[in-house]
């Protein structure tokens, strides 16, 4: 793990290890904050972290100000009829409003106060394995739907084989997961993720980067 730990930090990425995801725990996550972005959340006092994967999906369904675009109580609710209960929505929209993120309008016109997403510039998860890669390679390709680059790390010799094969892990590379070679000293990328904004849950990357930034302010 250290030497992906120090892969990580080279790039300027934050890493912790055992990251829950809705789905299961990813071995490691970096996250890297984009300096303008997070500037801007500041300076409009939004604190508070979309902590809750329904708040995020709520959150982006919201037009901007700048649009002058609106969207209503009413819309929202006939949007995900069947999904959610009504009384959730409004809970977590009344949430939104209260943290400085939604205003509401006296024609009940719900607009969102943005400026700042994304709020990073790069998220990267990684699976480690020392064997079993079709597990490892199902685990990452799960983690692109968060992720800017999901990986699998192999011990470097494993990874050179797993690359020497490609038609074997097709799906997966096609997919969007990219390989990492460990050595005991260094980390290095054997296949490079392609990008696969089509597998990407938006809800779920602000709501796993929203820990990166809970995890700011408390200092850590």
């Known amino acids: 793990m250290r030497p992906v730990v120090r892969w990580m930090k080279a790039a300027g990425l934050t890493a912790r290890s055992e990251f829950v995801t809705p789905w299961g725990v990813c071995d490691l996550v970096g ?3 984009n300096a303008n972005n997070l500037a801007r959340r500041i300076r409009l006092k939004q604190t508070r972290a979309v902590s809750s994967i329904t708040r995020a999906m709520i959150l982006l369904e919201i037009p901007d100000v700048e649009t002058r675009r609106f969207v209503t109580l009413e819309k929202l609710r006939r949007h995900w009829t069947g999904s959610f209960r009504e009384e959730t929505i409004r809970r977590e929209t009344d949430r939104l409003i209260a943290d400085g993120f939604v205003i509401l309008s006296r024609k009940s016109r719900l607009q969102k106060i943005n400026g700042w997403m994304p709020l990073q510039d790069r ?3 990684v699976e480690l394995k ?3 890669i079709e597990e490892a390679m199902r685990q990452a390709l799960n983690n692109v739907a968060f992720a800017d680059e999901s990986y699998v790390a192999l011990p470097d010799a494993i990874a050179k084989r797993v690359a020497s094969r490609p038609s074997r892990w097709s799906r997966f590379f096609e997919a969007g997961v990219g390989l990492l070679g460990v050595t005991p000293h260094r980390c ?4 490079s993720p392609k990008k696969a ?3 990407k849950d938006k809800p779920v990357q602000l709501y796993c980067v929203e820990k990166f930034w809970r995890s700011r302010l408390k200092g850590n």
């Not at 290095?188 to 296949?191: A, E, F, G, T």
Request: aromatic share 12%; proline share 0%; no cysteine.
């Open 123 to 125: 998220l990267v998860a």
């Open 130 to 132: 020392l064997s079993r």
């Open 188 to 191: 290095r990328v054997v296949v």
């Open 197 to 199: 904004e089509q597998w």
């Open 31 to 33: 996250l890297r904050f």
